[in-house]
């Protein structure tokens, strides 16, 4: 898509020069013009590819590519000529096979293999992850804007965890915490390492089931079939197609800037995108994002096909990270959307309306009653707090405590509210018993005691970690962070042996670090001892490949 996307855009900046020629004359003075402007544009493009040179020092560089290439062309022209022809049809020749080993590698994968063990009987299973949703920007979990109405009003129907703690606090690692039963740090699953077959991931116990089973994820960088995470999926789909899309894979409007100006909120907006113009090129492709309203017809319309066999799908919906885009309702719903706080909210808003409109159609088609809902998110969202931006650089609470609601008909009464501290590392546990095959290999301890009626559940630590990611510069020498939580303190240790500690029920924003306090000692020695029995009883069998993730969804 990309190398089509780049002769698409390219070719329409030639049309202005193509008239030039064709109806200004001297045809010479125009060839120089265009070869200059081309020539600058593709190398800048090119060199902003590489972070370390600036911008400007790119453009600069550019330029100069550009005039000393106009140069041989003016003095050369009858050769550069026949050089450029052969060069173009040796890269189409090279464009013609790419492109369709790249669209095969990159196919959604089905199977329309029938399992031999059906049991029509079994319950279904809907898992939504609501990517970058933190339980602080959620308004059944108290927050003051009314971000998720849907959830809401499904509380009363549902299990709701007050103090459910995902695995890790970016997409991956936490999605594959959730999947296997197995603590982050015990997973290969890294920045740019995917999750091997080292464990057993939860569709791949479902298939075994004689489930139908299929992944529908927006998240096309960290979630895609090279992440790993698609195992154990009849059908996963992943990659919009449309010729939106396609132009979007093109450098050009892959700029910073473009994305300011395509998706700003009015004029004045627009206005700051160009005062100066920023035209770095993200290193994630967010622009490949799905909507989530796309996401959900793409569900329904897998699930209205499934029939009477009982399916486990799997539903990621991005809208809420960043740049956080939702339509023009739901972005300026709160404060006009002005604010990037109030463009993350109204996202949020927009997945909660999808959920909602998932929800309803299922019921309209009778299977909702029949079918085990859980929704929750993969990790939060920093805006400044502790001095950071976004997530994946730290384990405070705000990146860390996410929602978590069960909706089980006739397993779980509708209503209920959890203040146990939980960790998403259990779900995977949780599901199976619910469906009633608590499978002893599936690492994890289920959820479900936690509602019986016939006792209290013991009190749990949730574990979580990350590996920081040395590209950005905000925390490239923190190396590996470890979180522990219990009823009472959140503990966190870096690897370079820095410690903090939280009483973060009278402490939510965490601002108070209680490390050097008195009486302090005992809690971190009982942090420090829960920390290596739970990091530690997922350690067998643990294996890494040394395989890179393309951001684009192949593997190399």
Known sequence: ????????????????????????????????????????????????????????????????????????????????????????????????IGGPIEIWQTRDAWSQSAPSTRRTSS?????????????????????????????????????????????????????????????????????????????????????ALGYRTAGFTSNMVYTGPATGLSRGFDYYRTHRRSFKQLLWRASLLQTTVFRRLWYGVSLLARADALLPPDFRIPFQAFHQAKPADLTSQEFLHWQAGVGEVPFFAFINFFDAHDPYISPAPFRRRFNGGEAVLDRYDGAIAFVDSQVDSILTALRHRGVLDNTIVVISADHGELFGEHGLVGHGNSLYREVLHVPLLIRAPAKARGGTFIKSVVSLTDLGATILELVGDAHEEFPGQSLVEHWRADGDAPPRIALSWIEQHGDLPD?????????????????????????????????????HNLISQDGAGDIVQRMRHAARALDGRQTSGRSRRATRIDPLGTSR
């Open 123 to 207: 319950p279904n299973v809907l898992l939504i992850i609501l990517d970058t949703v933190g339980a602080n920007h959620v308004s059944l979990y108290g927050y003051s804007r009314a971000t998720t109405p849907s959830l809401d009003r499904l509380a009363r129907e549902s299990v709701v965890f007050e103090s459910a703690w995902a695995p890790s606090s970016w997409t991956m690692s936490s999605h594959a915490s959730v999947f296997t039963g197995v603590p982050a740090s015990q997973l290969s699953a890294r920045w740019y390492t995917p999750l091997d077959r080292t464990w057993p991931t939860l569709a791949e116990r479902f298939q």
């Open 1 to 96: 898509m990309a190398p089509l996307a780049e002769l698409i855009v390219f070719l329409s900046l030639a049309v202005p020069f193509a008239l030039l020629a064709m109806f200004g004359g001297r045809t010479s003075a125009v060839e120089r013009l265009a070869v200059l402007f081309f020539v600058s544009l593709a190398t800048y493009l090119s060199l902003l590819r590489v972070p370390e040179v600036h911008q400007y020092a790119s453009l600069v560089l550019a330029l100069g590519v550009g005039w000393r290439l106009m140069q041989v062309w003016k003095n050369h022209r009858t050769i550069v000529r026949k050089w450029a022809a052969r060069t173009g049809v040796g890269l189409s020749i090279l464009f013609a």
């Open 475 to 511: 925390h490239t020498a923190l190396g590996e962070l470890t979180s522990l939580v219990d009823e009472t303190y959140h503990y966190i240790r870096r690897s370079d042996g820095v410690e903090e500690l939280y009483a973060y029920p009278s402490d939510p924003s965490e601002s």
